[in-house]
C-alpha cells in the first residue's frame, strides 16, 4: 500500500516529537533548544560565533577592521541587538521605550569612553555613512506600510493628520517659549535656541541650516551657534522617545485609545489586500517589492536634486498616490507588507546602533542636561502630545497613535522618527511621522528665519 508524501513527512515528524519528549536526549533536541534561544533575531550559537569572528578579523586585520557588508551586518546585529536585549530586560523603564533608548545612546557612551574597540567604531562609521543605510530603511518601511494600508484609511488619516500636527506644533511652541521666559532663559533665546531647533526636523534638513541662517542674521560663528542648538535636538528626541514608549504602555491598559498603529477607525489596515490577492507570496514578489521602494526613493532623490524638495517626502507622495489610484498590485502590495515587516524586526536595531555609534556624540547629548533645559524640553514635548492627544480624540482618530505621530515633530530627524516609533511598537506610522519630521520641520526653519530677519 503506498502512502503519500505529507503523511509520510507528519508521521516522521510526530515520530521525533514523541522520542524527543521521551528521551529528552541532549543531542540534538537539546541543542536545538539553544539553538532556538536568540539575541534579537541571533540563535545564541551563532551569536558566540560571530563575536569570535570579529575579534578575530580585528586581530588578524592588525587593528583594522573591513566595513564590506558581510562585517558590517556581524557589527551591527551583535551590538544592536545586545543593547536592545538589556533595555527589554530592565524592569520598569523596559516600559519607557529603553530597547530604542540604549539601542541608540549606549553605543554613543561606549564610543565616548572609548570602551569599544576603536576597529568596530570606524568600520560601523564608514558603512554608515557611505552605505546610505538608513534610506534604505526608511524607503522600505514607508513604501511597506503605505501599500499595507486601508485605501480610504490612507487618503483620510493623510488629510487628517494635519489638524493634529499644526495645533501641537504652535500650541507646544507657544508654551515652550512661556516655560522658558519664566525660567529666566529670556523669549528669545528660549525660542530661537532650544524650541526651534527641537521641533526643525533633524540635524541635516534643521540644525545645519539654522545654524548657517543665525550666522548670516547675527554674524555670529556657525560652528559655536551649530555646538548650541544640536544638543537640544538630541534632548527632544531623547524626551520623545520615553514618552512614546509610555503611551504603548498606556495602550495596553486602554486598547480603545489606540489603533496599534492606525491613526483612523476607519476600514481594516490589510483588509482591501487580502481581499484581492490570491496564492501565496514567493520570493520573486517580495524581491520585486524591495525593488520598487528603491525606484520610489530614488526618484525622490532625483526631485530633491532637481526641486531642493526633500527625497522622503517625495517618494511618501509617491507612493500615496501609487495607492490611491490602485496602481499597484495587491499581489506586489502583500510583498511590500513582507518587507516592511522584515525590515522592523530584523533591521532597526542593528540601525539605531550604528546612529548612536556614527552620529550621536555623548557629550553633545549630556550637554543639554541642564535643570532649566531639561524642563523647558520636557514641558514642550509634553503639551506636543498632549495636545496631538485630544485633539485626535476630538476628531475622531486614534488619540495615543496621533499623539506618537506628534512627537515626531521633536524628532531627530529620520532617526528620531525611527527610534520614537520603536519605543512606541509602532512602526506602520512612519509615513505619517515622515511628514510631521520633514514639512513640519522645514516650515519651523522658514518660520523662524523669517521672524528672526525681522528682530535683528
Not at 545586545?82 to 533595555?87: K, N
Not at 529620520?414 to 506602520?428: E, F, H, K, Y
Request: hydrophobic share 50%; with cysteine; charged share 10%.
Amino acid at each position: 500500500m503506498s502512502t503519500s508524501p505529507n503523511a509520510t513527512t507528519h508521521d516522521i515528524s510526530a515520530g521525533d516529537l514523541g522520542a524527543a519528549s521521551q528521551q529528552k536526549a541532549f543531542w540534538p533536541y537539546g541543542w536545538w533548544k539553544i539553538f532556538d534561544f536568540k539575541i534579537g533575531i541571533v540563535p545564541l550559537p551563532i551569536y558566540f560565533v560571530l563575536i569570535g569572528l570579529i575579534a578575530a578579523f580585528i586581530y588578524t586585520g592588525k587593528g583594522k577592521l573591513s566595513s564590506d557588508i558581510l562585517v558590517s551586518i556581524a557589527i551591527l546585529a551583535v551590538g544592536g541587538f545586545t543593547c536592545a536585549e538589556l533595555g527589554k530586560r530592565l524592569p520598569i523603564i523596559k516600559n519607557l521605550g529603553a530597547a530604542a533608548i540604549f539601542a541608540t545612546f549606549l553605543p554613543s557612551y561606549l564610543v565616548y569612553a572609548h570602551l569599544l574597540p576603536e576597529p568596530v567604531i570606524a568600520s560601523t562609521k564608514e558603512f554608515f555613512k557611505a552605505s546610505n543605510f538608513l534610506y534604505l530603511y526608511i524607503a522600505c518601511i514607508i513604501v511597506g506600510s503605505i501599500v499595507g494600508m486601508d485605501r480610504q484609511s490612507l487618503i483620510k488619516g493623510i488629510v487628517k493628520i494635519f489638524i493634529p500636527l499644526a495645533c501641537g506644533v504652535i500650541t507646544a511652541a507657544a508654551a515652550g517659549t512661556l516655560v522658558g521666559t519664566v525660567l529666566g532663559l529670556g523669549t528669545f533665546h528660549t525660542f530661537f535656541y532650544i524650541i526651534v531647533p527641537m521641533m526643525g526636523g533633524g540635524v541635516g534638513e534643521g540644525v545645519i541650516p539654522i545654524s548657517i541662517g543665525y550666522s548670516l542674521i547675527t554674524h555670529g560663528d556657525q560652528g559655536v551657534i551649530l555646538a548650541e542648538i544640536l544638543p537640544m535636538v538630541m534632548m527632544g528626541s531623547l524626551t520623545c522617545i520615553v514618552f512614546s514608549g509610555l503611551l504603548n504602555h498606556l495602550g495596553k491598559r486602554r486598547p480603545e485609545l489606540t489603533g496599534d498603529g492606525r491613526i483612523t477607525p476607519d476600514g481594516d489596515q490589510i483588509g482591501d489586500i487580502r481581499a484581492a490577492a490570491t496564492g501565496v507570496i514567493d520570493p520573486v514578489t517580495i524581491g520585486a517589492a524591495g525593488v520598487t521602494a528603491v525606484a520610489l526613493y530614488l526618484i525622490g532623490v532625483l526631485g530633491q536634486k532637481l526641486f531642493d524638495f526633500p527625497a522622503p517626502v517625495s517618494m511618501l507622495f509617491i507612493a500615496f498616490v501609487m495607492k490611491a489610484i490602485k496602481a499597484v498590485s495587491p499581489q506586489l502590495q502583500q510583498g511590500g507588507q513582507v518587507i516592511s515587516k522584515f525590515f522592523a524586526t530584523s533591521v532597526t536595531y542593528p540601525l539605531l546602533f550604528s546612529v548612536g555609534v556614527s552620529i550621536t556624540p555623548w557629550e553633545k547629548l549630556t550637554s543639554a542636561f541642564t535643570f532649566l533645559n531639561i524642563v523647558v524640553i520636557v514641558c514642550t514635548v509634553v503639551v506636543l502630545m498632549t495636545t496631538g492627544f485630544f485633539v485626535a480624540k476630538r476628531i475622531n482618530m486614534y488619540p495615543i497613535d496621533v499623539a506618537v505621530v506628534c512627537s515626531c515633530s521633536a524628532a531627530q530627524g529620520g532617526t528620531g522618527d525611527v527610534a520614537i516609533l520603536t519605543a512606541a511598537n509602532r512602526l506602520q506610522l512612519l509615513p505619517f511621522c515622515s511628514i510631521a519630521t520633514r514639512l513640519g520641520g522645514a516650515t519651523m526653519v522658514s518660520v523662524a528665519l523669517v521672524m528672526m530677519r525681522l528682530l535683528i
